[in-house]
């Protein structure tokens, strides 16, 4: 657990920012300029805020009522940076073992399992300047693992490469959550990334927290949906694989009874994060008949936040929560309230693949 | 190659690349931690020792040697001091030493302090963060990165250090097989009649001396740039 407040003065520019992030991915997300490096840096240590306390698992790694400032190399806090930051005289393997030198633990992380997971034993012999994008960054992922950290920071991990290198990588960080329990502090603008990765979630606006809370929480909730970008809206549900049908489908059973969606190559009975996108859900006042839509969700109104670009209207579908976004003109015309039973619709072919992810919400 | 010379042409040489060598040697840790500072530090007085560092470069080599004489001759304020302790620089080749490893400074000091300059400070960092204190991201991120530069300076250095004249002559005089350079020498054998052939030979030496000092530096620069793109 990483409890964190601090403040700090830049011309121009203050930062004032507290949260507490549990175990598992804490998505720190907000627009360039935002202080989210800041914040970051500073956990790492290449930053001394002005005031505050930063504490890891008890142990403070800086407080400024008693003047303890830990040093980067004695904090135990591994750091996976933007541009990889590979070291270029070094082989891969040397790169990957640089930590564990300085680790606290020798027989910690096991290194050919880090390798495993993260795809890179046919690099070990290169130099970083031989290396794809993606490559440098799985590799600079496993370097900051294999030192060793109490917590693990990661500054844009995927802001450098192309949607196609970002795809490759995604399913090695999820494995990494999953995998080592790890706790990860993920500083992003990529709602797509956010919502695929992060178990909690701390929205940071002009060097303040905005909201801070558990990723399906802050996700669903209308009144955050701005900030994430109304596009980006949408709900996060937690899925698992029941049958591989014939026709293409696959029917995951969810909290909000079944779904189907096409075919996600992945095994039966494996748990999925679907990120329902607000703009793909329609509301329907009864079961509609005759159409082509295959999901068909029966949900309550919680609640109806209207705002620029629509009309939000959050849905308690079973223990799960959807959200919709439609226009004005419709809301009036179904007449829509809380507490009102509608019929929300999903297509099967609306869930993009970039947005179904591995693991539990 | 000892036919080739006469025993005081071929004690001027081997003189000349001990005086360099031990010029080259004995400054280049000063030269690391100067150069070091001047790149990553920021102090006060950072100015002035940038400034003084390269003040030989600057100076009349006559104006250097002649401070040098004042400082450290026998009753020079630092040449006093050090007589107690037995270490005499005047008119010894330990004279020449000195004269010629503060000429060569600036070029040694100029040379790795771009290499460093050329290090990302992201990657010391980086090292940091990964549990390395401060010595250890010097000694195992930093000077890898800058050794083909600090080669590269010693190189500059030694051929500058070979050269050297003014500053040594005006400081330890010209006394064959003790401070006669080859620089010393050659002016030597030319204020003599019929001493050009050996001067000839000697300027032979020195032009090839110089030439590789030239070309191993050429390769080392172009070593450095290979090592931080990393291919």
């Known amino acids: ?361 | 190659m000892t036919d080739w010379l006469t025993p005081e042409e071929w004690q001027a040489v081997v003189l000349s690349l001990r005086v360099s060598s031990v010029a080259v040697l004995a400054s280049l840790p000063f030269g690391v931690l100067v150069a070091y500072a001047l790149a990553r530090w920021r102090f006060p007085g950072h100015g002035l020792l940038n400034g003084l560092v390269h003040l030989p470069l600057v100076l009349p080599p006559v104006v250097t040697g002649y401070l040098l004489l004042l400082s450290f001759g026998r009753r020079g304020t630092i040449g006093a001091f050090l007589d107690q302790f037995g270490i005499v620089f005047a008119f010894r080749w330990t004279g020449a030493a000195l004269a010629c490893g503060i000429m060569a400074f600036p070029l040694l000091v100029r040379a790795i302090r771009l290499s460093i300059e050329a290090v990302d400070p992201k990657l010391e960092q980086a090292a940091a963060t990964l549990g390395a204190s401060r010595l250890w991201v010097f000694a195992t991120v930093t000077l890898p990165l800058i050794l083909p530069g600090i080669f590269a300076g010693m190189v500059l250095a030694f051929a500058k250090a070979m050269g050297e004249f003014g500053a040594t002559i005006t400081f330890v005089s010209n006394i064959p097989g003790q401070t006669q350079t080859l620089p010393s020498a050659i002016y030597a054998f030319l204020q003599v009649p019929g001493g050009e052939s050996s001067a000839a030979r000697l300027v032979l030496v020195a032009v090839a001396v110089a030439m590789a000092a030239l070309f191993l530096s050429e390769w080392l620069a172009r070593s450095v740039a290979r090592r931080i793109s990393g291919a």
Request: aromatic share 4%.
């Open chain 1, 1 to 361: 657990m990483l409890k964190l407040a601090i403040r700090h003065e830049f011309p121009g520019f203050a930062l004032d920012a507290g949260f507490e992030a549990p175990p598992g991915v804490t998505a720190l997300f907000g627009k360039s300029g935002s202080g989210k490096t800041t914040i970051v840096n500073a956990v790492a240590g290449l930053m001394r805020p002005d005031q505050g306390r930063i504490e890891v698992d008890g142990l403070i790694l800086s407080d400024s009522a008693s003047g303890r400032f830990l040093p980067p190399h004695r904090r135990g806090v591994g750091y996976v940076f933007q541009e990889g930051r590979l070291f270029p005289h070094l082989t891969v393997r040397q790169n990957l073992l640089y930590g564990r030198w300085f680790a606290r633990m020798k027989d910690g992380a096991r290194f050919s399992r880090i390798v495993d997971l993260l795809g890179i034993g046919d690099l070990l012999a290169r130099r970083p300047g031989a290396l794809s994008g993606g490559e440098k960054q799985r590799v600079a992922l496993g370097r900051a693992i294999l030192s060793n950290p109490r917590l693990l920071l990661m500054d844009e991990p995927l802001a450098a490469l192309d949607e196609a290198r970002k795809a490759e990588i995604l399913p090695y960080l999820e494995r990494l959550r999953d995998e080592t329990g790890l706790p990860i502090l993920y500083v992003s603008h990529s709602a797509a990334e956010v919502a695929r990765l992060a178990t909690t979630i701390v929205l940071i606006e002009a060097g303040r927290v905005l909201a801070a809370g558990p990723a399906a929480t802050i996700l669903s909730d209308p009144a955050t949906a701005p900030v994430l970008g109304l596009r980006e809206a949408g709900a996060i549900l937690s899925a698992r694989i029941e049958a591989q049908e014939e026709d293409g489908l696959t029917r995951l059973a969810t909290g909000a009874g079944p779904v189907w969606l096409s075919r996600i190559t992945a095994a039966e009975g494996s748990h999925l994060r679907l990120r329902i996108l607000a703009q793909d859900v329609m509301l329907a006042l009864q079961r509609p008949s005759g159409i082509s839509a295959l999901n068909v969700l029966p949900v309550t109104v919680r609640d109806v936040t209207p705002g620029e670009g629509g009309v939000l209207v959050r849905l308690e579908a079973g223990d799960e929560v959807i959200l919709a976004r439609i226009t004005a003109r419709s809301t009036a015309g179904l007449g829509l309230a809380p507490g009102m039973r509608v019929y929300a619709v999903l297509k099967a072919v609306s869930v993009a693949p970039g947005s179904i992810g591995t693991g539990g919400p």
